[in-house]
């Protein structure tokens, strides 16, 4: 195809009756851009195709027929990619909410066992400063007892 529209195109004086002659005349458009859509190419070569030299028709047919099935083709694919971007963003954005409940209900259960942790640390330091005082007390009594012990050996020691 590109071989065809090569020779087409050629500077070269043309041949009376030749495709080239007529594209001479003004049947082929010059100015083809690589911008244009496939359609566009395809309708032109059908235009092309009724004041062309039978073989050259026919291999225009062929080019035709084979550049129709390739855009359609290339429409089916982008229309499943396109379908397949749009389900995994809706995948990603499911996942995103997943992740972010999951995340929510983790920092509770973090903020419950942060309240018990205090709550424990509150009441061991509790029954830590009761123990101490307990031991205090402790202390002070057998202070006492050691002073009485000590004062009644005076006194034993003295009538003795």
Not at 12 to 30: E, I, Q, T
Not at 113 to 122: A, F, N, Q, T, V
């Given at each position: 195809?590109?071989?065809?529209?090569?020779?087409l195109?050629?500077?070269?004086?043309?041949?009376?009756?030749s495709?080239?002659?007529?594209?001479w005349?003004?049947?082929?458009?010059?100015?083809?851009?690589?911008?244009?859509?496939p359609?566009?190419?395809?309708n032109?070569?059908?235009?092309?195709?009724?004041?062309?030299?039978?073989?050259?028709?026919?291999?225009?047919?062929?080019?035709?027929?084979?550049?129709?099935?390739?855009?359609?083709?290339?429409?089916?694919y982008?229309?499943?990619?396109k379908?397949?971007?749009?389900k995994?963003?809706?995948?990603?954005?499911?996942?995103d909410?997943?992740m972010e409940t999951?995340?929510?209900?983790?920092?509770?259960?973090?903020?419950?066992?942060d309240?018990?942790?205090?709550?424990?640390s509150?009441?061991?330091s509790?029954?830590?400063?009761?123990?101490?005082d307990f031991?205090?007390?402790?202390?002070?009594?057998?202070?006492?007892?050691?002073?009485?012990?000590?004062?009644?050996?005076r006194?034993?020691v003295?009538?003795?």
């Amino acid at each position: 195809m590109l071989v065809m529209l090569a020779w087409l195109s050629r500077a070269s004086p043309p041949l009376l009756g030749s495709a080239k002659a007529w594209r001479w005349r003004g049947g082929v458009n010059k100015n083809l851009s690589s911008s244009a859509q496939p359609e566009d190419s395809i309708n032109q070569l059908k235009s092309w195709l009724p004041n062309l030299p039978m073989p050259i028709a026919a291999t225009g047919v062929a080019a035709t027929g084979l550049l129709s099935y390739i855009y359609m083709e290339l429409r089916t694919y982008e229309k499943q990619i396109k379908g397949l971007d749009t389900k995994i963003e809706t995948q990603i954005k499911g996942l995103d909410m997943k992740m972010e409940t999951q995340i929510k209900g983790l920092d509770q259960k973090i903020n419950h066992l942060d309240m018990k942790i205090d709550m424990l640390s509150e009441t061991l330091s509790s029954k830590f400063d009761a123990l101490n005082d307990f031991k205090t007390q402790l202390l002070i009594r057998m202070e006492k007892s050691e002073d009485r012990v000590d004062a009644q050996l005076r006194e034993l020691v003295k009538r003795a």
